[in-house]
């Protein structure tokens, strides 16, 4: 057992994560528990999502000033305001006098945001303004009492990619550094600042699908295309197997490259296209896991993300936004062609869903302790597992 104090018990076994990390040849994969244990997905809530930066919104998911977005992630209320000058912030999603969670739906914000417990209000900064009967009835101040530092908690958050981040604890590397191998590789694609200017429709650029499995197994599932063929038989037919190929960016983020993306065309009219994107790669997309549980991708005429958020040990909610390279191609004019393309991104991570979904079954085997990898086409996915392997190795001290 692997105990660290203050912290659940989870049932994985240090050899077990000294497999994970050997070569690719000889490693296993990450034990069931990591998949289906309730001490395993708090575990992980408490000591590797809190200590990285993590994506919870979409900055369309807030399209006006003063509006509140609360999102549940793993459990944790917290609340994603864009304020009266168009910024976001995020703060823990609870009253300083008694806990209650301030907000339940996402929507504009009214002038205060009310506790409907006792009362205490809070403007949209997160300072403390109104603490009615704290002395007693009809007194609403008191002396020894400081509001300003009784306000919301606020959450270290940034945007990159129409993508709101927190880290929790405050004590990662900023986001800028966080992300910068990843947005200078896709840069020198799509061209300087071209990440920073992309647009969203005002419908038709989302899917959310629900799935019975670990939130791992998306990520897993997301960073190979060795399943090509059999998951995906209409993909394959004109982005086959063999044109694409497996890629580490960094220690965080791997997935796979393909040389045989098409450009989206309905009857002669195409996408509007990155203007710096290299002529001679026209066809080239990539598509990554980004640690721990964003999945991105790029191609000439259009970028994705998905965020994956952990409902529970055996449930995940994976909600995909589109974007687009100018504002034209979000114009009535492309109407048919983003119409298109979402429904054939929904074919292909629809029939993901057996896939992961069965994997999540499969952890209730006995017979199955971690599986096996193939050196060639399982690399990316390795990657992951190393990756995981590592963090539960840093959070924890291993006592027998």
Request: aromatic fraction near 10%; hydrophobic fraction near 40%.
């Amino acid at each position: 057992m692997l105990i660290r104090p203050g912290v659940n018990l989870i049932d994985i076994q240090p050899h077990q994560l000294d497999q994970v990390l050997r070569p690719i040849e000889q490693a296993r994969g990450l034990p069931n528990a990591a998949y289906l244990d309730q001490a395993t997905f708090e575990f992980e809530r408490d000591e590797v999502m809190t200590r990285t930066w993590i994506a919870i919104a979409f900055e369309t998911d807030l399209p006006d000033s003063q509006y509140l977005f609360p999102v549940d992630f793993m459990g944790m209320p917290l609340l994603v305001v864009r304020n009266s000058t168009g910024n976001i912030d995020v703060f823990h999603n609870v009253c300083s006098h008694r806990g209650m969670p301030l907000v339940k739906e996402p929507g504009p914000a009214k002038l205060v945001l009310r506790c409907p417990y006792h009362s205490w209000s809070y403007d949209i900064e997160g300072n403390l303004v109104s603490t009615p009967h704290i002395g007693g009835i009809g007194v609403n101040e008191l002396p020894d009492f400081d509001k300003a530092k009784h306000g919301l908690k606020q959450v270290h958050s940034g945007t990159w990619m129409g993508v709101v981040f927190v880290n929790i604890d405050g004590d990662a590397p900023p986001l800028k550094d966080h992300i910068a191998t990843l947005n200078n590789r896709w840069l020198a694609l799509a061209g300087k600042g071209a990440l920073d200017k992309l647009h969203c429709p005002t419908e038709g650029h989302r899917l959310t699908l629900s799935l019975d499995c670990n939130w791992k197994l998306p990520v897993e599932n997301y960073c190979e295309a060795y399943h090509l063929p059999w998951v995906h038989p209409g993909l394959n037919s004109y982005s086959p197997l063999s044109e694409h190929e497996s890629h580490a960016v960094d220690e965080k983020t791997s997935g796979q490259i393909s040389h045989s993306y098409t450009l989206a065309e309905t009857a002669g009219l195409r996408l509007p296209a990155f203007s710096d994107w290299p002529a001679e790669q026209i066809a080239h997309a990539e598509y990554f896991s980004f640690y721990p549980n964003l999945l991105v991708g790029i191609q000439a005429d259009h970028v994705f993300a998905i965020i994956l958020m952990p409902k529970g040990p055996a449930r995940t909610e994976e909600r995909l936004q589109l974007m687009y390279v100018t504002g034209e191609a979000t114009s009535a004019t492309f109407t048919p062609c983003r119409e298109k393309l979402i429904e054939a991104w929904k074919e292909v991570f629809v029939e993901d869903i057996f896939a992961v979904e069965g994997m999540q079954q499969g952890r209730n085997s006995k017979a199955f302790d971690g599986g096996a990898f193939s050196p060639m086409m399982d690399t990316s996915t390795h990657h992951f597992h190393c990756w995981v392997a590592r963090q539960y190795q840093q959070a924890i001290e291993v006592r027998t």
